[in-house]
């Protein structure tokens, strides 16, 4: 059974830090890409960050580059998404994903990640930002 479970997520205030992890299970891990999505209330679900479990090679979208480091322990089939200098704004369920053979380095190419690319999901963390 295909199993990704999220923890790490909570209150936090702006300016502050969490690391969130991505437990993976039931599958061959390193066949897959893991990215990191996130969606506000009343806002679509977006792609934070991605990795390549096979080579290491990273994407980030515009709005965390710089202050979200995601990488990948593939002993332990995890993935974290380190989060700094947290903003208001950043305030969204964050749920992780595994994708099949997804090209990170498509994602570098045309600055987003193909969401329709992943196929299983976690349930979901709750991170949210005080002002």
């Known amino acids: ?3 990704l479970v999220e923890s790490g997520g909570g209150l936090v205030q702006a300016g502050g830090s969490l690391t969130l992890s991505c437990a993976a299970s039931g599958f061959t891990f390193d066949d897959y890409a893991i990215g990191w999505f996130r969606q506000a209330p009343g806002k679509e679900r ?10 290491g090679s990273t994407y ?3 709005s965390v580059n710089g202050r979200f480091t995601i990488s990948s322990d593939n002993a332990k089939n995890t993935v ?11 305030t969204a369920v964050y749920y992780c994903a595994a994708g099949a053979g997804y090209s990170v380095g498509a994602a570098q190419a045309m600055g987003v990640i193909a969401i329709y690319e992943y ?13």
């Open 1 to 3: 059974e295909v199993q």
């Open 46 to 55: 977006e792609g934070v960050s991605c990795i390549s479990s096979s080579d």
């Open 119 to 131: 196929d299983y999901w976690g349930q979901g963390t709750q991170v949210t930002v005080s002002s």
């Open 60 to 62: 980030y979208a515009d």
């Open 80 to 90: 974290n998404l380190q989060m700094n200098s947290l903003k208001s704004e950043d």
